[in-house]
């Protein structure tokens, strides 16, 4: 987590007031833009420098499980390896939960959008692990088994700090991270194969039509086939873009 200079600042400011103008939070974002200004201000001041304001801004964080992520004052969030809905459905169906809590208040000025908390359960023995993003901490949960159906993060727990090893259960999960990310590539080849199959019966579709075309039943008939035989052809070769574009993705 980088520290913002007087431009950035002033920058964030102002993006952070016009992201949130006409919302409920209006006032206080214009508040701590006008602090962040002022402060901003402040230390040009004493340093003997003009005010100057960047052009862009970002705050970049390293979180556990989505890697890389990018927050802008325009309340967007760029995370390297998103935790979708579709993969918390695979870990919960492995027994796994998540509960994620962003900071969603302006008043955290250039933190805003940034994760404040990560916790991670177990159906079985409900909260497990906590993250606490500001420390760069993970803490081993206890649960006492009034959870309920919140496996992540429901009920009471007792909690200590982990101060070398991160708790099982995210090193659980990081596998099964692993293992979807394996599956979902292992769908996506045998899409782009499938793909290919129906090109080749495309193509060789395309051939019958230009052999039929060669010998018309019927007058006119050889138009009528080299125009289909064009369109197949067309319809092969987007099949075959189609699965180069899956595999290039993968």
């Not at 402040?42 to 304001?53: F, R, S």
Request: glycine share 6%; proline share 4%; charged share 25%.
């Amino acid at each position: 987590m980088k520290k913002l200079t007087t431009a950035q600042r002033r920058r964030w400011a102002h993006d952070m007031a016009f992201a949130w103008a006409g919302s409920d939070a209006e006032h206080k974002a214009e508040a701590h833009a006008a602090r962040m200004i002022a402060e901003a201000d402040l230390e040009d001041c004493q340093a003997g420098v003009q005010p100057q304001m960047a052009d862009t801004v970002s705050m970049e964080y390293y979180y556990p499980i989505l890697g890389r992520t990018v927050i802008r004052p325009d309340r967007s969030r760029k995370i390297e390896h998103p935790y979708d809905d579709a993969l918390a459905d695979y870990c919960e169906a492995q027994g796994i939960y998540t509960a994620w809590e962003w900071q969603t208040d302006p008043a955290a000025e250039e933190h805003c959008g940034a994760l404040a908390y990560l916790w991670i359960g177990s159906r079985a023995l409900g909260p497990e692990a906590q993250y606490t993003a500001d420390t760069e901490t993970w803490y081993a949960l206890t649960g006492k088994g009034d959870h309920g159906k919140r496996y992540a993060h429901g009920g009471t727990w007792t909690s200590r700090k982990c101060t070398k090893e991160t708790p099982n259960i995210v090193k659980k999960l990081e596998e099964l991270i692993v293992r979807y990310n394996k599956i979902k590539q292992a769908e996506a080849r045998l899409k782009a194969a499938n793909l290919r199959v129906l090109a080749t019966r495309q193509v060789e579709m395309a051939a019958a039509y230009h052999r039929q075309s060669s010998r018309p039943a019927y007058p006119g008939q050889e138009m009528i086939c080299a125009g289909k035989a064009q369109i197949v052809e067309a319809l092969s070769a987007q099949t075959m873009a189609r699965a180069d574009f899956i595999e290039a993705d993968l």
